[in-house]
């Protein structure tokens, strides 16, 4: 039972443009949502979290919006750059009683220069 | 500083064969965990410690996964018999403390190829 979605295995993006990565999950108990980004061979990296008590959370370029109501997330990018090449992984878990994160199965972005 | 880091960086082993793998946290961090990710999938949680103790391991898939964190620093995860459906990327993660909004930082992982 997959609790996080990420539809999309790729994306390609001009560099420039606005980047769209999107995420739903199934599980109302999750309150507090994640976006880490991973590069080949190197771990997880954090990259922007949401709280479910706020629908935008803005960091430079990254923006993560969250609609509780359709369980979707999605996090923006813009513009892209080329160093934003990697796969994005939506993460989920409960602000209080649980610390284990619930991963998504990731989406290959691809920024075209 | 340095963050988290996982040895070996890669472990080829034979079906049946006991493994270790070794997992140094953040200087600091109290939290610590094990993840897998298996070719084309997310991390999956295996278990969570805070401190010396094992506060969740709901995500062990059997017993023949074990994990250990003795001195509330370094982590070993041991796995025995090992089995070709082990293999996996293993991550570790560490915190600055418990709790769901606590950024976990991740360690590069060991790739872990049963034959």
């Known amino acids: 039972d997959q609790q996080v979605k990420q539809n999309s295995p790729s994306l390609s993006v001009q560099e420039g443009r606005i980047s769209i990565l999107n995420c739903d999950y199934t599980?109302?108990?999750?309150?507090?949502f994640l976006w880490y980004k991973k590069y080949p061979a190197e771990g997880p990296t954090f990259l922007i979290s949401?709280?479910?008590?706020?629908d935008k959370n803005e960091d430079g370029r990254f923006t993560v919006f969250l609609n509780k109501s359709a369980k979707h997330l999605s996090l923006h990018i813009v513009p892209s750059q080329p160093g934003d090449s990697a796969v994005y992984f939506c993460?989920?878990?409960?602000?209080?009683?649980?610390?284990?994160?619930?991963f998504g199965t990731g989406t290959r972005l691809t920024i075209i220069p | 500083g340095a963050g988290v880091s996982q040895t070996p960086s890669n472990k080829v082993t034979e079906k049946g064969k006991y493994v270790e793998l070794r997992c140094d946290p953040i200087?600091?961090?109290?939290?610590l965990y094990w993840y897998r990710q298996s070719l084309g999938q997310g991390p999956e949680f295996l278990i969570y410690?805070?401190?010396?103790?094992?506060?969740?391991d709901s995500g062990l898939p059997n017993d023949r996964f074990f994990a250990v964190r003795p001195e509330g620093s370094v982590s070993t995860l041991k796995i025995q018999r090992t089995e070709r459906g082990d293999s996996a990327v293993y991550l570790c993660?560490?915190?600055?403390?418990?709790?769901?909004?606590?950024?976990?930082?991740f360690g590069p992982g060991t790739r872990l190829l049963v034959l």
């Open positions: 993660a560490s915190s600055l403390k418990q709790g769901g909004t606590e950024t976990q930082y």
């Open positions: 599980n109302s108990m999750f309150d507090y």
């Open positions: 949401i709280s479910s008590i706020k």
């Open positions: 993460a989920a878990n409960r602000d209080f009683g649980s610390e284990k994160l619930t």
């Open positions: 200087s600091g961090h109290t939290a």
């Open positions: 410690f805070q401190g010396t103790g094992a506060a969740d």
